[in-house]
């Protein structure tokens, strides 16, 4: 039976980086506004949806329309986090939370009214395969989405840690009020991060596109898995974003396989109520519970 | 009781004849808006009198249609009887759905659980096969009041009436109490709430017990009316039509739970062959009232009438 | 007899941080008792301490002689210790009558289910405590004002209206946080003066915070001075105010 184990690890690491890319998605707009975006899902099926129409309508190549795709969604996210967040920023949270899930399900109505319930494929970009590494096996899929993940992650890193914009964002993360003391654009920074945010979602999303069918209601299940992640990460924390999906996407194949199929459904779940009930700081967090 | 007040009374009673004047969808759709009314009223309570980030509405609203619904087809319940149960397990549901809140889970936090929690459920009415029927749902037998068969919807709309003013006669009296300013106040400041006594933990407990509780009767009122339960009824997008029935009828407003519901309920009925328009329109909706009118259409009616006007005490 | 309040040897720690450091005081009903030190000595900390909104490191509070330092906020609400807070303690969502009430809270005698019944006796409980509120506004010359929501009024009125819904249950022991923060001196005599009033007319002990010195000095009975969480001195306001280590205390700070 335990023989099992290094396959199951190694194909929860692969969706794990989709759940990682997702989660450290969500965490760049959440730690720039402190507002967790409810429609960040939704986003990421805007992403997805909008590289089908490249790839299947336009002809485009795959690359370019990863690219353009998370262009779209900067500019989206950067919007909608100027037009519509930024004018309540100061209200009360449930209207800050209303709002970003209304602007996802806006985002949904749209995507279902254009293309309907039917559901897409998005056509190859690669052929498809499998190697044996050792006594495992990995899917193209599986080195495709890790591959351009790992290499986000890798340029993530640089940027922040390396360039002068890295240094910024790092500075207004750590405190706001400081920042604009320094003379930074608070504002364009909240929008600029919910559009960096989005536009990652977006590539997430075309690679979710790749493994799993394109319905409108695929931004749920992204949105539950991030959450999970976060969750399980710590909130608020990049590397906890990266290990929480990478941990939530091995526990959901073994204790899929090992216990029930039904755990592939509603580990997330699970994770994200247990986990608050119990060490609601995670594995990194810095922001624990509110305490009365 | 100021006179502004009494002629609340007023308005079943101009209802009683509606049935003599509607076609049968209408009427239909005039029951449809009854079911939501506790619907909106229960979530009131919990997000704009607690000011509790909780997303699980439709999870009390599914709980309390299975119950009615599972000891209708599985016991032989009448469903008069079953209506109960229904609340109690919906107020059971809110209370469990109180847990984090009492462990300080708050804002975004609370938000998310909630939500997990509503999704979970949802997932459970599709695998517990044997009981909820699974995806294809389960066939919910014909209602009845003491012998007394609800098989024309003129007859649903007075059993759902009187469930009804109930529910808005007794929330009412536990608004304008003690218990109502305790809710508010939390929501408020909870540090000052605490100062003066209140043992916050409980009354959040309660307000979600409450919300859970109204939302399950409405849950069972649902069931009679459609007759037929599937998981696809307590999704996501049930969820948004909950959402803006609060927001566009007034956050913490029992008169803007009822004007929420009787506006939007009658929506997706134009919109089931429009796959998404029924999504947007409600985004839209939410989206509008969030940035030019946050307390909603009570606001502005409150202006108008002291009937729309929340007041915590009386004289 | 035995104090009203009682703080013995109270520290309060906070990781590495010392924000109290074994303080002892009395105060007896009937007694104005102001705490009064550089910022950050602690003032605060063990204010929220005898409320229960901080939990203490050693030492203990007693109330009436009995311990009170293990209990929550509500608890020691329900005790009969009530506070006002230092900015917006009110809600702002409530009218100034509706504040009132909630001051009421625990001695409204409407219970959960004769509420829903619409049993008499919930109902005229209720009425008989709405009268009551009123009064009370009535009394600070707030009645004016009662039924406009709290978020309305000014800031006079706002620190007025929170004193009042403090004293609806007729606390034993109120606990008063920078009471006179941005009110014009006009506003602060009148303050002094019901303070004042109701230690001597009514009975009730007070521990106020406050920074104003000339409010502190013609109100209190006793002043306690903290320095870096200690306590520096503990008398007289005449006393204290020619006491050397006060003078350092804040010279210190400046």
């Known amino acids: 039976m335990l023989s099992f184990l290094p ?68 500019l989206l996210g950067f919007a909608a986090q100027r037009l519509l967040m930024q004018p309540i920023i100061a209200g009360p949270h449930l209207s800050l939370a209303m709002m970003a899930l209304a602007v996802g399900y806006a985002l949904r109505g749209f995507a279902r009214i254009e293309w309907g319930n039917d559901v897409l494929k998005l056509p190859r970009a690669y052929p498809s395969g499998a190697f044996m590494l050792g006594p495992v096996v990995v899917t193209m899929d599986d080195i495709v989405i890790s591959g351009v993940v790992l290499a986000l992650l890798a340029v993530l890193f640089l940027v922040f840690n390396v360039t002068a914009i890295g240094q910024v964002i790092q500075a207004v993360f750590q405190t706001q009020r400081g920042a604009a003391l320094v003379g930074i654009n608070v504002r364009a920074f909240h929008a600029t991060m919910w559009g960096a945010g989005a536009a990652l979602g977006a590539v997430g999303g075309v690679l979710m596109a790749l493994i799993v069918p394109l319905t409108p209601d695929i931004g749920v299940a992204t949105l539950v898995r991030g959450f999970a992640a976060m969750t399980l990460g710590g909130f608020g924390s990049l590397q906890g974003a990266v290990i929480g999906g990478l ?12 216990v029930s199929t039904v755990f592939i459904d509603i580990t997330a779940y699970l994770v994200t109520i247990l986990v608050l009930l119990i060490r609601p700081k995670g594995l990194f967090g810095q922001h624990a519970t509110l305490r009365i | 009781m100021r006179g502004g007040r009494r002629i609340v009374w007023l308005i079943p009673l101009l209802l ?59 016991l032989g319940l009448p469903w008069w009887i079953t209506v109960l149960p229904a609340g109690v397990m919906g107020g059971i549901a809110g209370a469990a759905a109180s847990v984090p809140a009492l462990r300080g889970v708050r804002l975004f936090y609370l938000a998310i659980m909630t939500l997990a929690f509503g999704e979970l459920m949802r997932w459970v009415y599709i695998r517990w096969e044997p009981v909820t029927g699974g995806s294809f749902g389960m066939a919910v037998p014909e209602a009845s009041v003491l012998g ?8 649903k709309f007075y059993a759902f009436l009187v469930l009804v003013v109930l529910v808005i006669m007794l929330t009412d009296r ?44 409405a849950g069972s009122m649902y069931a009679a009316l459609v007759g037929h339960l599937s998981p696809a009824s307590f999704d996501l997008t049930e969820l948004i039509l909950q959402f803006a029935i609060i927001m566009v009828g007034g956050l913490g407003s029992l008169a803007g739970s009822v004007l929420g519901a009787a506006l939007l309920t009658a929506a997706p009925e134009f919109f089931r062959d429009l796959p998404g328009f029924e999504e947007l329109l409600f985004a839209v909706l939410i989206i509008v009232v969030i940035l030019f009118l946050p307390r909603g259409l009570a606001s502005l009616l409150a202006r108008a009438h002291p009937l729309f006007d929340d007041r915590y005490f009386r004289e | 007899m035995a104090a009203l309040l009682e703080i013995s040897d109270v520290s309060v720690r906070f990781g590495g941080l ?29 204010f929220n301490a005898v409320a229960g909104n901080v939990v203490i490191s050693s030492g203990r509070v007693l109330l009436r002689g009995a311990p009170i330092q293990h209990l929550t906020p509500h608890e020691i609400s329900a ?59 009535a009394l600070m010359e707030l009645d004016q004002v009662a039924d406009h929501l709290a978020s309305e009024l000014s800031g006079g009125q706002q620190r007025m209206v929170e004193i009042v819904r403090a004293l609806a249950t007729d606390p034993p022991l109120l606990l008063l946080d920078e009471p006179a923060v941005g009110l014009a001196p006009p506003m602060r005599d009148r303050l002094g003066g019901i303070i004042r009033r109701l230690a001597k007319e009514r009975g009730l002990g007070i521990v106020l915070i406050e920074h104003a010195i000339e409010l502190v000095m013609s109100v209190s009975d006793r002043v306690i001075v903290l320095n870096y969480g200690r306590k520096v001195a503990d008398g007289s306001p005449a006393e204290v105010r020619a006491d050397k280590r006060v003078l350092e205390a804040y010279l210190g700070h400046a």
């Open chain 1, 7 to 74: 396959q199951l690890v190694v194909s929860g690491i692969a969706t794990g980086m989709l759940y990682a890319l997702m989660a450290l998605s969500m965490t760049v707009g959440y730690r720039a506004t402190t507002v967790v975006n409810f429609g960040h899902g939704d986003m990421l099926m805007v992403g997805a949806y909008a590289s089908y129409m490249l790839v299947a309508g336009v002809g485009l190549p795959f690359g370019p329309a990863i690219v353009f795709a998370a262009a779209f969604l900067f």
């Open chain 2, 174 to 217: 536990l608004l304008r109490s003690r218990f109502g300013r305790a809710f508010v106040a939390i929501k408020g400041n909870e540090e000052a709430a605490a100062a003066m006594g209140i043992p916050t933990d409980r009354y959040i407990l309660l307000g979600f017990a409450w919300g859970g509780f109204v939302v399950g009767i």
């Open chain 1, 247 to 258: 941990l939530l996407g091995i526990m959901e194949k073994v204790l899929g396989f090992y």
């Open chain 3, 79 to 137: 005790r009969g210790v009530r506070r006002t807070f230092q900015n917006g303690g009110l809600f702002a969502h409530l009218t100034a009558l509706e504040n009132v009430l909630v001051g009421l809270h625990t001695q409204v005698a409407s219970g959960f289910l004769g509420l829903l019944c619409g049993a008499e006796s919930s109902r005229r409980a209720e009425a008989a405590a709405t009268r009551r509120a009123r009064e009370l506004l």
């Open chain 2, 16 to 74: 009683v004849p509606l049935p003599l004047v509607l076609d049968q969808y209408q009427q239909y759709v005039a029951n449809l808006i009854l079911v939501y009314v506790p619907v909106g009223v229960g979530f009131n309570v919990v997000v704009g009198n607690l000011g509790q980030l909780a997303f699980s509405n439709v999870a009390f609203f599914g709980i309390g249609a299975y119950t009615a619904g599972i000891l209708m087809l599985k």
């Open chain 3, 18 to 46: 010392t924000a109290v450091d074994g303080v002892s005081f009395e105060v007896s009903a009937g007694e104005v008792c102001a705490l009064i030190g550089p910022n950050g000595a602690g003032k605060s900390t063990l």
């Open chain 2, 148 to 155: 007394w068969a609800l098989n024309v919807e003129s007859r």
